[in-house]
């Protein structure tokens, strides 16, 4: 009875002192590939509470070197006393592969986002310049356009120019054959004149030829 009563004893004074040191609490994880049993006190013959699965996270409560046991809260609210050597600083390989799987998953998914957002950019950064080869072009067919009416304006008012110019060589072509004709005309009668003084002459001269003779006999 007196042994039952110092273990229990014992037992609250461990539980005492582990609930004040909770400010103290580090976090330690299940070892080993098997569930470790979570035991009511620091005996193997104690009983089991849980079976803590592999890998779980586990609240270090207190230690107690001695009997190689230290009093843990599993991450389910429950508490007890689980072998030392069962628990580890570092997450299991299997809980660290898994973290790191998530942690590939993530930056793959990132990755992947990254590669539709530059696929994105490259087709709005070809869809831009498109558009810009669009719009020169159109701005050269405008410029073209400008410079055609101005060719075609310059062309009209040469042709107008021409047109004058002919008007006027015509004008002028034609007081030259109005002079020509004037010319002719007054040459004409010039000698018409001429012939009818000639006319008129002659016979005078033939006369006065003959009544000299006459005159000589």
Not at 79 to 107: D, F, H, V
Not at 164 to 193: C, H, I, M, P, V
Request: hydrophobic share 35%; proline share 2%; glycine share 8%.
């Amino acid at each position: 009875m007196k042994s039952a009563a110092v273990k229990k004893a014992i037992a609250s004074f461990l539980v005492l002192l582990a609930t004040s040191s909770l400010a103290q609490a580090r976090t330690g994880y299940v070892t080993d590939s098997i569930d470790i049993p979570l035991r009511s006190g620091e005996s193997e013959r104690s009983r089991i509470v849980k079976m803590l699965p592999n890998g779980m996270a586990l609240t270090l409560l207190g230690d107690n070197t001695e009997n190689g046991y230290t009093y843990v809260q599993a991450a389910n609210g429950s508490e007890g006393y689980i072998l030392t050597r069962y628990i580890s600083g570092e997450p299991i390989s299997r809980t660290q592969l898994e973290a790191a799987s998530k942690k590939l998953e993530a930056l793959q998914e990132e990755n992947k986002a990254l590669k539709t957002a530059q696929a994105n950019g490259q087709e709005i950064s070809g869809e831009r310049d498109r558009l810009n080869a669009e719009l020169n072009e159109l701005k050269q067919t405008a410029a073209n356009a400008i410079q055609l009416k101005q060719q075609r304006d310059q062309l009209q008012e040469r042709v107008i120019t021409v047109e004058r110019e002919l008007q006027q060589l015509k004008r002028e072509n034609q007081a030259l054959t109005d002079n020509t004709n004037q010319d002719w005309f007054l040459y004409g009668g010039g000698l018409s004149l001429f012939g009818v003084l000639l006319g008129f002459i002659l016979p005078k001269l033939s006369w006065r030829r003959r009544s000299s003779g006459w005159d000589t006999f």
